[in-house]
């Protein structure tokens, strides 16, 4: 079995006692008590604390982190030791015990069994490997290793650990580590942690129980379950994992979406997809690509032999990557659809009725390409304007439509357009009073479409409403091209009411926390 551990890493006694009843009710499967975040402690509280988590039905790890370690707690080992064997004496099933304080074998301390750990909070260490033999050689019930990922492909070192033993815990920290936390659970490893709340995680990186029970299907995950993901920078705010993993529970697919940081180089974007085809055993089918890396997954593509979908060589960029079971590598677009159908439906025409209707396209990235693309396709008259005017002008030069310079798109002082398409990120969360252009260039009658999607309403759209200008939110523009991802990821349809349920769900609880 894999513990999906809750660490209770609080202030007082009484809130820890709160947060063991809290963490059980979420479905917590383990408890860490984070003894060092309770400074000072007497024997008492240590067995008041030990004794709610007992009374919760769950095995129980006391840690008091020393804080040359990472950790809170300032004495001594004279100190910390009995606050450990009052743990025991409580009734802890676990000890976890620092590599650096051992001299000798720690087959288990005063009864209760020991993790040996060593972290570094910095970068993943030269000598992992030779760390994991270190501990081993103390003759731990398990050993533990937990490294800073300084990019996303150092998460392989702890998945490769992971998978040739499973009596372990190996974390990759930080926000380009977490998928070394949501998959414990397909490689058999011991436990994984997960925060109770935001803001109460006892390291960098982890999400909280709700997330893993509610959004990344814990319960549901199995050895053989298929894993799928959004490549991007930033991708946090991504809704993404929130509508793919919907649809995996609407449809009872065997799947997990997760996301994967992967900053701006294209180097790091290759070595990742390169160390995912090397390891089938990931069973990563799917990915799902976002700025800036849709050139990058064009290229990849193309140099490695994949197929490529006319369309998205024709667009120059792929957001949907699919993954057989050879490691062969295919490529699609589905940004082209998705904002098309989300354009017409909401002015409720027909794609052909964009015949000579003038667009303006705010910005020149992956989804103006798309959007210029259907937009040429059907004959309607397109300026780009973008704030990189070589980047417009070149755009414009290839699907035969106009460019404007804008060197900077708040300061135009002027937009002749019957509809006006916001491509670029200003609005987007968590910088939601920006826009891209002022409110004064708004005219009543325009039609606005802005492919930002969270918030829901952007200050362009707030100020497009202001003047009786049509108003759409890029919402179904991301619900439509997600589900054209599903059908390829699993060749079933995309189940599009419960996909924008979720999403939806997920907005309006971040509206009322913000």
């Known amino acids: 079995m894999t513990y999906l551990t809750v660490p209770i890493a609080v202030s007082s006694v009484d809130k820890a006692r709160a947060a063991i009843q809290q963490a059980a009710s979420a479905g917590a499967e383990m408890l860490e008590l984070r003894l060092d975040y309770l400074q000072p402690l007497t024997n008492n509280e240590v067995t008041s604390v030990v004794a709610a988590a007992v009374e919760a039905k769950l095995p129980v790890i006391a ?3 020393p804080n040359w370690e990472g950790g809170r707690f300032a004495g001594s080992e004279v100190q910390r030791q009995p606050l450990l064997r009052q743990a025991v004496k409580a009734g802890a099933d676990y000890v976890d015990l620092e590599l650096a304080c051992l001299e000798k074998k720690a087959v288990e301390f005063y009864g209760a069994k020991v993790i040996v750990s060593n972290h570094d909070f910095d970068k993943l260490p030269v000598d992992f490997h030779n760390r994991l033999e270190y501990i081993k050689i103390r003759e731990p019930k398990i050993a533990k290793l937990a490294y800073m990922a300084e990019k996303i492909t150092d998460c392989f070192a702890a998945l490769d650990m992971l998978r040739k033993d499973g009596n372990l815990i190996a974390l990759a920290m930080g926000e380009a580590g977490v998928i070394t936390r949501l998959f414990t659970k397909k490689l058999g490893a011991f436990l994984t942690f997960a925060s109770l709340e935001k803001d109460q995680e006892s390291a960098p990186g982890q999400v909280t129980i709700d997330e893993m029970k509610n959004i990344y299907r814990w319960d549901a995950i199995t050895a053989d379950t298929k894993v799928y993901g959004i490549i991007g920078s930033p991708v946090g705010h991504s809704l993404s994992p929130v509508i793919h993993n919907a649809a995996f529970d609407e449809t009872g697919f065997d799947g997990l979406y997760v996301p994967l940081l992967i900053e701006g180089s294209r180097e790091e974007f290759s070595a990742f997809l390169d160390g995912v085809r090397e390891r089938k055993w990931l069973d990563i ?7 800036p890396h849709k050139h990058n997954a064009l290229e990849y593509v193309k ?33 082209y659809a ?9 002015m409720g025409i027909q794609r052909v009725d964009l015949k000579g209707v003038t667009v303006a396209i705010l910005g020149a990235g992956g989804v103006a390409r798309a959007m210029v693309a259907g937009l040429t ?40 357009a019957e509809v006006v398409i916001n491509c670029t990120s200003l609005g987007m969360h968590p910088k939601v009073e920006g826009t891209p252009i002022k409110k004064e260039l708004i005219k009543k009658g325009m039609v606005v479409f802005d492919t930002v999607y969270n918030p829901l309403e952007t200050r362009l759209l707030r100020d497009a409403r202001q003047v009786d200008a049509q108003a759409i939110d890029g919402l179904q523009m991301l619900i439509n091209q997600a589900a054209l991802q599903f059908e390829i990821f699993t060749s079933k349809p995309g189940p599009k009411e419960a996909m924008r349920r979720a999403a939806l769900d997920k907005i309006m609880k971040e509206q009322k926390t913000t």
Do not use: H, P
């Open 285 to 291: 089918k799917g990915l799902s690509v976002t700025i």
């Open 338 to 346: 998705g904002a098309m159908d989300a354009l017409v439906e909401a």
């Open 377 to 416: 396709d059907v004959g309607a008259e397109v300026t780009i304007y973008n704030r990189t005017v070589e980047k417009a002008q070149r755009l414009a030069e290839e699907f035969g439509c106009r460019w404007a310079a804008a060197a900077e798109l708040s300061e135009m002082q002027s937009l002749d």
């Open 303 to 335: 140099a490695n032999g994949g197929e490529l979908e006319s369309l998205a060589e024709r667009i120059g960029a792929v957001n949907t990557l699919s993954i057989d079971s050879n490691g062969k590598i295919s490529g699609y677009n589905t940004d």
């Open 63 to 65: 840690t008091c982190r």
